[in-house]
């Protein structure tokens, strides 16, 4: 009890966050001051991202007008006003928090955020995604490699060692492109279908000398019954009593023994890569000069009638391809 008569008493002050930063506030603190209560000497930055703020989203704090950094330390009493991100208001590079952008506008995004990871590749981003990536690898991946964080998940942007982040505030996946676009202004480094929507790979045109139309082949689809070429003898049946001469890329016939895996001819190796005859032939025909493909996963794209629905879909959140 004798504790409890004698603990000081917190101060407070007076925060007011603007514009889209109010969405991380309960909603009667949105717009408007309110004070806020607490212990001790704590830095601006622990009492904005207790509020709900992650440090990602702000770009000035300004305590009693005069802006301060992330570390600086209220003692209570003061007037505490809070800035997103400035895209089109120039801040003296003295005042602002974030740290400088990065050179390359690259990506890393969150388990949640598949969709918008193809439309940033089929925009020309490079942009990481895998539905298993856990909290600490997408950290790790961000600050090794230099990447933008795009995530929903506020705690995830609270981390400390995330130093290049965003929050999206929609939920559409086309929205949450308009944002990105918008708040990293990259609108005029879009290099549509330049990259790949499945693997993020760089896409180039297709070389037709290896995209040819699958024609029917008989020595292919028929081996046992293609002509012997010159100099190589003449296929002929076994004689009667004569052992059998087996290949040994083939299964054994039922009854025979397994051979054991070390003298057994290994399997003929998948391709990696599409190329010759995996392109239809009407493909070819209608739209051989626009062929490309990814030259990590071997994807082949081609104009077909879902890009007229894709340009339309993008054109309704202003984005044009």
């Known amino acids: 009890m004798a504790s409890l008569l004698h603990r000081s008493p917190q101060s407070t002050c007076e925060f007011r966050f603007y514009e889209e930063l109010g969405d991380f506030l309960a909603p009667a603190r949105r717009k408007r001051s309110f004070l806020h209560a607490f ?47 400035f895209e089109r208001f120039e801040l003296g590079e003295a005042n602002r928090l974030r740290p400088a952008p990065l050179r390359e506008a690259r990506f890393v995004l969150d388990v949640h955020l598949g969709r918008l990871a193809s439309y940033l590749r089929l925009l020309g981003f490079d942009a990481l995604y895998r539905n298993d990536y856990g909290d600490d690898e997408l950290e790790r991946i961000s600050r090794a490699q230099h990447r933008i964080l795009l995530s929903r998940d506020t705690g995830l942007l609270k981390r400390s060692a995330v130093t290049h982040g965003a929050f999206l505030h929609a939920t559409d996946p086309r929205r949450q492109l308009r944002e990105v676009l918008d708040r990293f202004q990259l609108d005029s480094r879009v290099a549509p279908f330049t990259r790949c929507a499945r693997c993020n790979g760089k896409v180039e045109a297709l070389d037709m000398s290896m995209a040819q139309p699958d024609e029917h082949d008989p020595d292919r689809d028929h081996p046992d019954e293609r002509e012997p070429p010159p100099g190589e003898p003449e296929r002929r049946d076994p004689d009667p009593g ?80």
């Not at 009493?77 to 997103?84: H, S, T």
């Not at 190329?275 to 030259?295: E, I, Q």
Request: hydrophobic content about 30%; glycine content about 12%.
């Open 39 to 85: 212990d001790g000497t704590p830095s601006v930055k622990d009492r904005i991202e207790s509020l709900g703020v992650p440090h990602t989203e702000v770009d000035l704090i300004l305590v009693d007008g005069e802006p301060v950094p992330f570390s600086h330390r209220l003692t209570g009493g003061e007037r505490v006003a809070v800035y997103p991100m």
């Open 242 to 321: 004569e052992p059998e001469r087996r290949d040994p890329g083939r299964a054994p016939p039922a009854g025979d023994p397994v051979l054991p895996p070390d003298i057994r001819d290994p399997p003929p190796p998948k391709p990696e890569k599409q190329g010759r005859n995996d392109v239809p032939a009407n493909v070819l025909s209608g739209h051989g000069a626009t062929l490309s493909r990814c030259g990590d996963c071997g994807q082949i794209y081609w104009p077909g009638s879902h890009l007229a629905r894709l340009r339309q879909r993008l054109a309704e959140v202003g984005v044009s391809i």
